[in-house]
């Protein structure tokens, strides 16, 4: 079955890196995702990995892929105060036909970052 | 450019009632998603629909239901409302299918309806 598992919570300085790690369960996955989602608001995209794929950077974001064991995690570098958030790793299940993509999310890692 | 939006922003509702929410995805986008959102959880998919016809289903009872209009747009009805339904519902869009870079195989999320069932 699909099962994406995150650490709750992960408390950082300002300045410094933070590193939020996710694993997940389903080798078939084909794309995975890192959402954003500050107090009351949606959720928005911050970045992605295809499965064949190691590594992308984005800025101050930089995705690593661990496929043998299953692991995924997000480095933001340079943490601000603003990126204080619920982090959300995500994974794409099912085959590339339309619609058949739904996200299975793990359940949050909150950041806070202290000034 | 209007991103996602769902209304209403928020709802109270007896339980055994009904409730349906709506959403209009980015404009050009044919595929719409539902997620319920329990607090302290990851959102959990409900629904899926491209080009008016379901995709996709979750592990959700037969209570919840959606459709899709020509334009896109989507509700989600929820029948016999009960406590536990009482949650933020997410709705997505996104280009599946639409050609283009790789950007559109990411979903777009609006701002959710918090629903409160008392």
């Known amino acids: 079955g699909e099962d994406v598992e995150q650490s709750l919570f992960l408390s950082v300085r300002e300045g410094d890196s933070s590193v939020i790690n996710c694993t997940y369960t389903?080798?078939?996955?084909?794309?995975l995702y890192w959402y954003k989602q500050e107090p009351g608001a949606g959720l928005q995209l911050l970045t992605y990995?295809?499965?064949?794929?190691d590594m992308k950077q984005d800025q101050r974001l930089t995705v690593l892929l661990n496929k043998k064991d299953k692991h995924l995690s997000l480095r933001i570098a340079d943490t601000q105060t603003g990126d204080s958030a619920i982090y959300f790793c995500?994974?794409?299940?099912?085959?590339?036909?339309?619609?058949?993509?739904?996200?299975?999310f793990g359940s949050g890692t909150r950041l806070q970052v202290q000034p | 450019d209007a991103g996602v939006t769902q209304s209403p922003t928020h709802l109270i509702k007896t339980r055994g009632q009904q409730v349906t929410l709506r959403c209009s995805p980015i404009s050009g986008h044919k595929s719409v998603s539902w997620y319920q959102q329990v607090l302290g959880q990851g959102p959990q998919f409900i629904f899926q629909?491209?080009?008016?016809?379901?995709?996709g289903r979750g592990n959700f009872p037969d209570r919840f239901s959606a459709r899709q209009f020509p334009n896109y747009s989507s509700e989600l009805n929820v029948n016999a409302l009960l406590l536990g339904d009482s949650a933020l519902y997410l709705c997505?869009?996104?280009?599946?299918?639409?050609?283009?870079?790789?950007?559109?195989?990411?979903?777009?999320f609006g701002s959710g309806t918090r629903l409160t069932v008392v």
């Open positions: 997505a869009s996104s280009s599946v299918g639409t050609g283009g870079g790789v950007r559109n195989y990411g979903y777009t």
């Open positions: 995500a994974e794409s299940l099912g085959n590339m036909d339309m619609g058949r993509r739904a996200l299975t």
């Open positions: 990995i295809f499965s064949n794929m």
């Open positions: 389903d080798s078939s996955s084909t794309y």
């Open positions: 629909y491209y080009e008016k016809e379901e995709r």
